[in-house]
Nanobody, 124 residues
Framework: QVQLVESGGGLVQPGGSLGLSCAAS????????MGWYRQAPGKQRELVAA????????????TYADSVKGRFTISRDNAKNTLYLHLSSLQPEDTAVYYC?????????????WGQGTQVTVSS
């Protein structure tokens, strides 16, 4: 299995920036995709950004929610087994618990993993 631990959350002012990290451990050698979700108070959990690895049948791909395009950047350091999310131009609406997720898929099964979440609060 895969264990995911997020870090880097905190309190920032509107317009500020923040960097989140997600350290992966365990069966990390065949993770096909990783991403970030967030859940704001009273709201449904939503996909923020995701990154997939290039493979024999597809190229690597990055996707963002429309609400964060141009402001957030997702990246992955394979050598460090770490996923990152850089958040900039933050607004109060970005306040949420941010969750790291990873996916491993095989011909017969797909495995999804979740971190415990890290709180991001944007407030003046």
């Amino acid at each position: 299995q895969v264990q995911l631990v997020e870090s880097g959350g905190g309190l920032v002012q509107p317009g500020g920036s923040l960097g989140l990290s997600c350290a992966a451990s365990g069966s990390i050698f065949s993770i096909n995709a990783m991403g970030w979700y967030r859940q704001a108070p009273g709201k449904q959990r939503e996909l923020v950004a995701a990154i997939t690895s290039a493979g024999i049948t597809s190229a690597g791909n990055i996707t963002y929610a429309d609400s964060v395009k141009g402001r957030f950047t997702i990246s992955r350091d394979n050598a460090k087994n770490t996923l990152y999310l850089h958040l900039s131009s933050l607004q109060p609406e970005d306040t949420a618990v941010y969750y790291c997720t990873a996916r491993r898929w095989f011909p017969h099964k797909v495995y999804d993993y979740w971190g415990q979440g890290t709180q991001v609060t944007v407030s003046s």
